[in-house]
């Protein structure tokens, strides 16, 4: 009996330790791929407000010394940055528009309704994910030259649109399918036509998810530096400018337009990250 | 639902059908027309002039590289924050955001994020300075040291890229019933035995998702490589731009476009075959 005392005794811290060993393990592991996306942020936050001087400063030491807001103001009041910031917002809030709905009918259409021909739509739309769209930037200046679209916000967010809109279609496919077919033929039977079923009870459920996947086409557009650049001269957006002005601007210059790239899309992420997994769970399936 | 109106679903995908078709298929038919034509005239003039340019072969070359270090990097990355996440209980939704925020980052972003990294000035160096491994700045972007600058470039690639195969890996990770595993564990599976006989094999369709639409995007790098490299390194689409741009030649440019959907159509295609999926769980 004392001999079974003193293995048990010995046992379990031996495998408490193992087991905390894994955990420590585990978080460490965590806490480093954490810290492999957020350093390198801060790291260019740091550059962006440093400005000229905490650029040659050397060697650095990672901690924010000498920081202030002033670079960036004055990075904000180079000529150019926020006519193409706006003209970035301009791009984005037309791919929203159109993508939602364009794609947000078609989404519908796929979740509530059999009809031939839905799987070659379905093709025409796995499709573009195959492409690198933004190469249709190319042969479009020609045609949107002849349009009067070329170098307009209007035509970089129509080619934006390409590309946001097969996932909004996809996605909202998946939004669809998760509001019950039931409420919907309910309110049929109260007397409600299709269309009022669908703005009373099938929207407002949906609304959540479609304002989710607007945000993502923000996203995409927002980011987008190919077709912006080929299809902009004057108007460009916040990417294309950057590209453009790249090789001539200081350094400090540049790490303030990286940061200004990335502030609105991470809050973006922020506010939908709630769906990320469920939008790109139904989108992979 | 009813079939009294059949037109109904028509009328709804119409618009998209419509927008596609004017601004995806036609300028898609446009590219490939403008790439194998001269003057009116089929040719393959265009194709010549790219493949005899002095960047050609080293564009081609650089962009199947990084593409072949890039993409089993971030799998491998999403596999393990995919496995490490499923172990966390509180704390999990702020880890995965963390883990997510390059989503929303742009690849010229990117590529200036890790500028302020690798620059001689940068944090690279003053951390290898500080532990005596270097003597003075080293440059590591530069033409004259390509091994570095495809390695910075690659790095940028992974820290931007990965965040998307880990949403899709780790949504097809939650779909995994835990019966499996239990079963596997009862069994008396290991769990390397368990992860590759039993979570591998049913997450296939999340992995050839990632699998084709990391390498398509893989494909076209540009801006992390024009943000780190400038005209160092050249890439494919980075050619494409120079000549639309530089040497206003657009139709190089429809050759090098089509050149890149022709391996990105390889790849889907190669995927698609080599991870055989039920064609019920395809997009």
Redesign the interface.
């Known amino acids: 009996m004392t001999t079974d005392t003193i293995s048990t005794a010995a046992d379990t811290p031996k495998a408490a330790g193992f087991v905390s060993s894994r955990r420590w393990l585990?978080w460490s592991?965590?806490a480093a791929?954490?810290a492999?996306?957020?350093v390198?942020?801060y790291?260019?936050a740091?550059?962006a407000l440093g400005g000229r001087q905490g650029?040659?400063?050397?060697?650095?030491?990672?901690l924010p010394t000498g920081m202030s807001l002033e670079p960036f103001i004055l990075f904000l009041k180079t000529e150019g940055v926020v006519q193409s910031f706006l003209n970035s917002l301009g791009a984005a809030g037309i791919t929203v528009a159109?993508s939602i709905?364009?794609?947000a009918?078609?989404g519908?259409?796929?979740a509530?309704?059999d009809?031939r021909?839905?799987d070659s739509?379905?093709l025409?739309v796995?499709l573009?994910?195959?492409?690198?769209?933004?190469?249709?930037a190319?042969?479009?200046?020609?045609?949107f030259i002849r349009l009067g679209l070329y170098d307009t916000i209007l035509g970089v967010g129509?080619?934006h649109?390409?590309l946001a809109?097969?996932f909004a279609?996809?996605v909202t496919q998946g939004i669809f399918l998760g509001v019950p077919?039931e409420l919907e033929e309910a309110a049929w039977v109260f007397g409600c036509t299709?269309i009022q079923a669908f703005f009373k009870i099938v929207a407002p459920l949906a609304l959540p998810g479609i304002v989710a996947t607007a945000v993502f086409a923000f996203?995409i557009s927002?980011?987008?530096?190919?077709a912006a650049?080929?299809l902009t001269v004057r108007n460009r957006t916040l990417?294309a400018y950057?590209?453009t002005v790249?090789?001539e601007s200081p350094?400090h210059y540049?790490?303030a337009?990286?940061l200004m790239?990335?502030l609105p899309?991470?809050v973006?992420?922020?506010a939908v990250?709630r769906y990320?997994?469920?939008i790109?769970?139904i989108?992979?399936? | 639902m009813t079939n009294s109106r059949p037109w109904i679903p028509y009328l709804l995908i119409l618009p998209s059908v419509a927008f596609l078709a004017l601004l995806f298929v036609v300028p898609l038919v446009q590219t490939i027309w403008l790439a194998v034509s001269d003057n009116g005239a089929p040719s393959l003039a265009n194709a010549e002039r790219m493949v005899t340019d002095i960047n050609f072969t080293r564009s081609v070359k650089n962009t199947f590289l990084l593409t072949i270090a890039v993409v089993p990097v971030q799998i491998a990355l999403a596999l393990a924050m995919g496995t490490m996440v499923a172990k966390v209980g509180r704390g999990r939704e702020t880890i995965l955001w963390i883990w997510t925020i390059p989503l929303g980052i742009s690849d010229l972003a990117a590529g200036l994020v890790w500028l302020s990294i690798l620059q001689n000035t940068g944090y690279l160096n003053s951390l290898l300075f500080g532990l005596g491994i270097i003597g003075r700045q080293a440059s590591w972007l530069s033409y004259q040291t390509p091994v570095a600058l495809f390695l910075a470039i690659a790095v940028a690639e992974i820290w931007r890229g990965t965040a998307i195969v880990m949403v899709i890996i780790v949504a097809g990770l939650n779909q995994v019933p835990k019966e499996f595993k239990e079963a596997a564990e009862i069994f008396g599976a290991g769990p390397w035995t368990r992860f590759w006989r039993i979570t591998l094999p049913l997450i296939r369709p999340a992995l050839q998702s990632a699998l084709i639409l990391r390498t398509v995007l893989a494909f076209e790098v540009f801006a992390v490589v024009y943000a780190l490299g400038g005209r160092n390194f050249p890439v494919l689409v980075g050619e494409a731009y120079n000549w639309q741009n530089q040497n206003q030649n657009y139709s190089v440019a429809a050759a090098y476009a089509v050149l890149i959907m022709i391996i990105s159509l390889a790849a889907t295609l190669i995927y698609l075959k080599a991870l055989k999926v039920d064609p019920e769980r395809l997009p």
């Open positions: 585990l592991g965590i791929l954490c492999w996306v957020l390198p942020i790291l260019v740091l550059g650029v040659y400063i050397w060697p650095k030491t990672g159109l709905l364009l794609g009918p078609a519908y259409a796929l509530r309704y009809f021909g839905k739509y379905r025409l796995l573009t994910r195959a492409f690198p769209l933004a190469i249709l190319l042969p479009l200046t020609v045609s129509l080619i649109t390409v809109l097969p279609a996809l077919k299709r996203v927002w980011n987008e530096v190919f650049s080929v990417t950057l590209l790249l090789s350094m540049r790490f337009g990286g790239l990335i899309s991470v973006f992420i922020f990250r990320l997994f469920a790109w769970g989108s992979s399936k």
